[in-house]
């Protein structure tokens, strides 16, 4: 049974889309936000940088351990209903979040709202393989993930802007913003999101936990698992650090990272849904390839920087936003087709599972690897650079590995 035989009929495809972008916008901003707030949390909670790492690491391994007990109940329920539930939950620990009076606290508050949040992308992701067949799935999830640009070029500046604003409140001001955010997505998903039930129609064999070591175990699910680990620890290695990395190492004030984030997350925005597009037109597998080995480029040059001019930064962490996570439209194209749609919600909340363990390890992975000077100045950092151009490569052969349907872009198979 292939992706398109139960695409349900959507009335207005681009309200569809907008929606669920709104509601993935919110929590990746959520996860975003904790980057270039690192120096400020660094300094007022008086940690270091292995527990900012944690901070950031407990938010995605939650998300991995959520996803992976979602599995067992994601494809019994209405996607809408399971949506609308979860989201509620996740702005409940985001307000634990901006409510904390400690480390521990906002540690257990970011795990708490990991464990939403992990869930939510996976089920954003399903939906939208439910209801866009394969050959239009680029561009769809290219607007979908233009929410994690539309978040850096106005939510996280905007976090920064808050947290400087609100003086009184400092660095939580930002959580209480993504708490009304959400809100409001919460109320527009509850008015406009269709039920999606065409999933229920098939009776599952056997009991929860064979069906998804059955999902888990399937040969080309394993690869598709290989491929999204190691897209997460090309990025993740990296991403986490930069606002750091900048400020000590380059020297640029704390103000201009919100400017390294607007103008990245403006490119991107429109970026993300242009490779959607590519990927339609000449090939999902050919896009995905030329976008990584591209990647390799802003990649060495952020992870090797020395104090330069702000506009040769500004180019360079512009391109970066481009083409690093751009990788990800494609590539989640790809991966959404692998499996049968019966076991899509499975197989997707599997995804994410995998995705925010990746990205937890490879949070933690660079956290050991750099350490700081009694000056301050961060060590290592080229290393992460090497580890993350090396998880690329290993993309780009794994991408020709996935087993999915052929390409309509293509006169071949896409794999």
């Known amino acids: 049974m292939h992706s398109s035989t139960h695409t349900p009929v959507i009335k207005n495809e681009r309200l569809f889309l907008l929606t669920i972008a709104g509601i993935q916008f919110t929590h990746i901003l959520d996860f975003m936000i904790m980057m270039p707030l690192g120096p400020q949390l660094i300094r007022l909670l008086h940690i270091d940088t292995h527990q900012f790492g944690l901070l950031l690491s407990s938010y995605t391994?939650?998300?991995?351990?959520?996803?992976?007990?979602a599995a067992t109940y994601i494809d019994r329920f209405d996607r809408r209903k399971l949506l609308l539930v979860l989201y509620a939950c996740f702005i409940i620990a985001t307000l634990c979040c901006g409510l904390a009076?400690?480390?521990?606290?906002?540690?257990?508050?970011?795990?708490?709202?990991?464990?939403?949040?992990?869930?939510?992308?996976?089920?954003?992701?399903?939906?939208?393989?439910?209801?866009?067949?394969?050959?239009?799935?680029?561009?769809?999830?290219?607007?979908?993930?233009?929410?994690?640009?539309?978040?850096?070029v106005a939510g996280v500046p905007l976090g920064l802007l808050l947290a400087s604003t609100f003086t009184s409140l400092g660095w939580r001001a930002p959580f209480f913003f993504i708490v009304l955010l959400s809100g409001i997505f919460w109320f527009i998903g509850y008015k406009l999101l269709p039920n999606l039930t065409a999933h229920l129609h098939n009776k599952?064999?056997?009991?929860?936990?064979?069906?998804?070591?059955?999902?888990?175990?399937?040969?080309?699910?394993?690869?598709?698992?290989?491929?999204?680990?190691?897209?997460?620890?090309?990025?993740?290695?990296?991403?986490?650090?930069?606002?750091?990395?900048?400020?000590?190492?380059?020297?640029?004030?704390?103000?201009?990272?919100?400017?390294?984030?607007?103008?990245?997350?403006?490119?991107?925005?429109?970026?993300?849904?242009?490779?959607?597009?590519?990927?339609?037109?000449?090939?999902?597998?050919?896009?995905?390839?030329?976008?990584?080995?591209?990647?390799?480029?802003?990649?060495?040059?952020?992870?090797?920087?020395?104090?330069?001019?702000?506009?040769?930064?500004?180019?360079?962490?512009?391109?970066?936003?481009?083409?690093?996570?751009?990788?990800?439209?494609?590539?989640?194209?790809?991966?959404?087709?692998?499996?049968?749609?019966?076991?899509?919600?499975?197989?997707?909340?599997?995804?994410?599972?995998?995705?925010?363990?990746?990205?937890?390890?490879?949070?933690?992975?660079?956290g050991l690897i750099i350490t700081r000077t009694p000056n301050g100045q961060i060590e290592h950092y080229d290393t992460v650079g090497y580890l993350a151009v090396a998880c690329g490569v290993l993309t780009i052969w794994l991408a020709h590995n996935l087993r999915i349907p052929p390409d309509p872009a293509s006169n071949k198979p896409a794999a």
Not at 61 to 69: C, K, M, V
Not at 229 to 258: C, D, H, K, R
């Open 101 to 152: 009076p400690n480390f521990t606290f906002l540690l257990i508050a970011r795990a708490l709202a990991g464990a939403f949040g992990g869930i939510l992308g996976g089920l954003v992701q399903t939906m939208v393989a439910d209801v866009i067949p394969f050959e239009r799935r680029g561009k769809a999830l290219g607007t979908v993930m233009a929410a994690f640009s539309i978040s850096t």
């Open 204 to 366: 599952p064999v056997g009991n929860i936990f064979q069906r998804i070591f059955a999902v888990a175990k399937e040969p080309r699910h394993l690869t598709a698992f290989a491929f999204i680990a190691m897209i997460m620890m090309a990025g993740f290695t990296v991403i986490p650090y930069i606002a750091l990395y900048m400020t000590t190492n380059v020297g640029l004030p704390e103000s201009f990272i919100t400017v390294v984030y607007l103008c990245g997350g403006a490119a991107t925005f429109f970026t993300s849904q242009l490779i959607g597009r590519m990927a339609d037109k000449y090939g999902k597998l050919k896009v995905y390839r030329i976008v990584a080995v591209a990647s390799f480029i802003p990649l060495l040059i952020t992870t090797h920087l020395v104090p330069i001019a702000w506009w040769l930064v500004l180019i360079n962490s512009t391109i970066f936003f481009i083409l690093v996570p751009g990788r990800m439209v494609p590539g989640m194209a790809m991966v959404s087709a692998v499996p049968e749609a019966h076991v899509r919600g499975t197989f997707m909340t599997l995804i994410s599972s995998v995705q925010m363990l990746s990205s937890g390890l490879a949070t933690l992975i660079a």
């Open 61 to 69: 391994f939650t998300a991995a351990a959520s996803s992976l007990l």
